[in-house]
């Protein structure tokens, strides 16, 4: 079974002084239910859709300053039943939801980048192939039931791919991973490469922090050194897997998708006006 781990642990200078007491991650998005629109954090967001696909095992990777993150995914059985009483469903079904999970807690100890958080997850993890979500950054399919989240889940289930990444046409290449990608099927590549915000990119595509890993990822990350940023990159330590030729794919974003993010006011910006329409 596929475990899931929800990285939580940047500081969101970008979006200060909101940010200050309030994780970018907890940031509020909308979600349309039936007729009306509802208010949600961007982290639970992501849970959610990664409950409805079965996953039942969660390692959030968080800082220090972040314990409104786990209050929030945390069941309290008084105010659960308060909130019963007002017929708040929305609320008494996350709650059902947490108490069918398997939550894992893990902090990151000093912000040093994507890859040490990914590499703090390593004993919740185990032996078992796992999904890695940025808990800025979510794929809304706008009402299709075939989500990019349920192909990379089925794709780990069945592929003998040590890494398998998301990747989508972008305008600003130079701020994301960009992968150098060969077409293999309709809608998969073999990476080649993997550069993390290069200055002359090769391509206009960028990469999500969405991914799904064999425990092999942990070896790697152990080798890497700090790279851009001087931070830990996971994708220096997917360049080690390819370098060690070990099989990395890619699968596009479906047509019909949309990327939100709340990493900055710009990306924050859109993503109101994407889900409140």
């Known amino acids: 079974m596929i475990k899931a781990v929800l990285t939580a642990a940047g500081l969101g200078t970008r979006m200060l002084p909101m940010t200050k007491e309030m994780p970018k991650e907890m940031l509020p998005v909308f979600l349309k239910s039936r007729n009306n629109y509802v208010i949600l954090p961007m982290l639970q967001l992501i849970y959610e859709q990664l409950y409805g696909l079965k996953i ?5 990777v968080v800082g220090r300053d972040k314990r409104s993150i786990k209050n929030h995914f945390t069941s309290n059985v008084n105010s659960q039943s308060f909130l019963a009483q007002k017929n708040n469903s929305l609320i008494n079904k996350f709650c059902k939801k947490l108490e069918n999970s398997n939550l894992g807690w893990v ?5 040093y980048g994507f890859g040490d958080a990914v590499r703090q997850s390593e004993k919740f993890v185990g032996k078992d192939n796992f999904l890695v979500h940025g808990g800025d950054v979510a794929i809304l399919s706008n009402g299709k039931k075939n989500h990019s989240l349920k192909t990379l889940i089925k794709l780990g289930n069945n592929s003998t791919a040590s890494a398998i990444l998301l990747f989508r046409k972008v305008t600003d290449p130079k701020r994301h991973g960009v992968p150098t990608l060969e077409k293999i099927s309709k809608e998969r590549y073999l990476v080649k490469n993997v550069i993390e915000k290069p200055s002359k990119p090769k391509s206009n595509f960028g ?3 969405i991914y799904l890993f064999t425990p092999r990822i942990f070896e790697k990350l152990k080798q890497i ?17 390819i370098d060690d030729n070990e099989r990395v794919i ?9 990327v939100i993010d709340v990493g900055t006011i710009s990306s924050y910006k859109a993503a109101l006006k994407t889900t409140f329409h």
């Not at 039942?56 to 959030?60: A, S, T």
């Not at 050194?225 to 897997?241: F, R, S």
């Not at 596009?252 to 949309?258: D, V």
């Open 56 to 60: 039942r095992d969660y390692c959030f």
């Open 107 to 111: 902090n990151q100890s000093k912000p």
């Open 207 to 209: 990469l999500l922090p």
């Open 225 to 241: 050194v700090p790279g851009k940023g001087n931070e830990y990159q996971l994708t220096d330590a997917i360049q080690k897997l």
């Open 250 to 258: 890619a699968i596009p974003i479906k047509p019909y998708e949309t």
